[in-house]
């Protein structure tokens, strides 16, 4: 059967009490034999413990100390005090103590070293007197009383019985106090114990707590109790407002704390991190140790200002790093990619033109073989060579046109597109197959590092140009004899991190890795026209990525070749 803690309490004291009741009445029945010697005992112990108690913590002010506890003892009391190695640092019977032998050998000290405590009755070697010796040790020394041995110590110890009456009345008295005590303290124990119970099972528990000062303690750990959880609950919700708006927020950021270790980060964070760093990695901590932000390391470690703000140009883009250090020496750091805005607003300059330019060169090339054709009396084989070609530039516009219309209706009527569930690595597979041709020409490979598992909810036709158009891209750009690799570098509960390179050429001018992703932008002049294609690839590229809730960089790699660094969500589109 289960006590409880009412019940063991009581049971505690009282068996406590009750030993020591029991003790007193065995000695009493047992005095004819030890009673002088073991009466003495209890003395010289209660003597040790008052000797202890006064004792000061080394050896300095020792005799004076002793001096003083002489007093409170009886006069004819010995008392020595001997270190652990049996040296005598006092003794109140012998003036040169100093120089006593080493006590280690003496019976009482033997016990005392074994048990803690001893005794023994002999003649002293010091003074040829004997003594009834009581020896003690503590953390630091031994503690040694006696007593002279003869008949007025016989009769100082003689036995009365009305004591041995009086113990076991105190005896009854005392388990009845500890009764009522115990049962009033179990009370509350018990009403706590529910309340908690009942409190973390969504139930109410009744309580009633004593009007004293154990009731004012119990009804203050409920009100607090009631306050911390109302607290947790507040933080709490304010914690899941705060994580879910750093997770929509344009801006890569991160938190960490006094000792720089990383608390928490979001997925922007480590996207803006790997396009700056040199190395593609998902630890938000590398950004303490990379060179590229020695300025932001300088200023962490002086912390002469709480705040801090960097530009920052690489890849082609320009990043704001900041940095703002709490007052408990904890800081954030947020990265901001600040050329979007003025991204935005080069397209929409550049739109009219470059449609107007594109289109230009195809409708040029059908005018002018259809004027020469109309305008010249031609063999036949002529005529048809330049309604051949006609036929291809009008494939070209076509092409152009197709892929504005898919750029148009992302941007515009998203909702439309299909959504299913799209296996990336068999999309991948499809794809190897379609441009296998391709691929052997120019002696390419394409390498994969792809969880077994990976579906993505969204539109499987922009996921297939998504991919298509970046390996078209490698094709057409990157040169002969070159590999190109396709992996998921990280993953957490909502995004896949992608990482998409070739091994080839890459950007000379990593300026133009800003705009890659315009609409007909071209490195360099003819480029689009010379290798095929509508100037469109890595537009649609980057809108399908944006569709379904990513991103997407390019940057120079330092073995190189091109890398493009992209998100996708796992469920759900824009």
């Known amino acids: 059967m289960k006590l409880r803690y009412r019940q063991k309490l009581f049971l505690y004291f009282g068996v406590l009490f009750m030993l020591f ?41 020792l005799v004076s100390k002793m001096d003083q506890l002489q007093g409170l003892l009886p006069p004819d009391l010995r008392i020595t005090i001997i270190d652990l190695q049996g040296k005598v640092l006092f003794d109140n019977s012998i003036n040169d103590f100093e120089h006593l032998s080493n006590h280690l050998d003496r019976t009482e000290i033997k016990e005392a070293i074994q048990f803690g405590e001893g005794s023994d009755i002999r003649l002293s070697r010091s003074n040829q007197q004997k003594y009834l010796y009581f020896a003690k040790k503590t953390d630091s020394r031994f503690i040694r009383v006696a007593l002279p041995y003869n008949i007025q110590l016989q009769k100082f110890l003689k036995s009365d019985n009305a004591f041995l009456y009086f113990i ?12 009522i005590t115990t049962k009033r303290l179990g009370n509350t124990i018990k009403q706590l114990r529910d309340f908690v119970l009942y409190t973390n099972n969504n139930q109410v528990a009744q309580l009633h707590f004593p009007n004293d000062e154990i009731g004012e303690i119990a009804g203050k ?48 964070f480590i996207q803006y991190l790997n396009t700056i760093t040199d190395e593609v990695s998902s630890e938000a901590a590398i950004i303490l140790r990379d060179e590229n932000f020695i300025e932001l390391q300088e200023f962490l470690h002086q912390h002469q200002q709480h705040y801090f703000e960097q530009v920052l140009q690489k890849q082609g883009k320009h990043f704001s790093i900041k940095a703002n250090i709490f007052e408990n020496n904890s800081f954030e750091i947020i990265i901001t990619d600040i050329t979007k805005q003025e991204k935005t607003k080069q397209l929409k300059r550049g739109m009219t033109g470059n449609i107007a330019h594109e289109l230009r060169t195809p409708i040029t090339g059908i005018r002018a073989y259809l004027e020469t054709v109309l305008a010249q009396s031609l063999s ?48 991948i597979f499809q794809i190897k197959e379609l441009v296998a041709n391709q691929l052997t020409k120019k002696n390419i490979d394409i390498i994969e590092h792809l969880p077994d598992t ?49 091994t080839g050429v ?13 609409r007909f932008y071209r490195i360099n002049e003819g480029r689009t026209r010379d290798t095929g294609g509508s100037g469109l690839g890595l537009s649609i590229v980057k809108n399908a990525v944006l569709f379904h809730k990513g991103d997407i960089t390019a940057k120079n790699r330092k073995e190189g070749g091109l890398e493009f660094l992209f998100t996708l969500g796992k469920q759900g589109c824009l």
């Open 168 to 179: 076991i009345l105190f005896f009854g008295v005392f388990l009845f106090f500890i009764h």
């Open 380 to 427: 036949p084989e002529k005529q048809n060579y330049f309604i051949q070609r006609a036929f291809q530039q009008t494939l070209v516009l076509s092409d152009i046109i197709q892929d504005m219309g898919l750029i148009a209706k992302m941007e515009e009527a998203a909702q439309t597109f299909e959504l299913q569930k799209v296996d990336i690595k068999k999309l």
């Open 506 to 518: 890459g950007v000379d001018n990593e300026m133009h890795l800003n705009r890659i992703f315009e």
């Open 221 to 268: 750990i409920v009100e607090n109790y009631h306050s911390l959880k109302e607290s947790q609950k507040i933080v709490l919700q304010e914690k899941q407002k705060l994580l879910q708006h750093i997770q929509v927020l344009e801006e890569g950021i991160c938190f960490l704390s006094a000792a720089k270790e990383v608390e928490y980060y979001n997925g922007l």
């Open 454 to 502: 990976l579906i993505i909810l969204g539109n499987e036709n922009l996921l297939f140009s998504l991919f298509k158009n970046l390996i078209d891209n490698a094709i057409r750009y990157a040169g002969e004899n070159i590999k190109i690799n396709i992996s998921v570098y990280d993953e957490d509960s909502d995004y896949y991190y992608f990482s998409f390179y070739d």
């Open 21 to 61: 009741t029991i003790g007193i009445i065995l000695f009493e029945q047992i005095r004819e034999r030890n009673f002088k010697t073991e009466a003495l005992e209890e003395k010289l112990a209660a003597y040790t413990e008052i000797i202890y108690a006064g004792l000061p913590q080394n050896q300095l002010g």
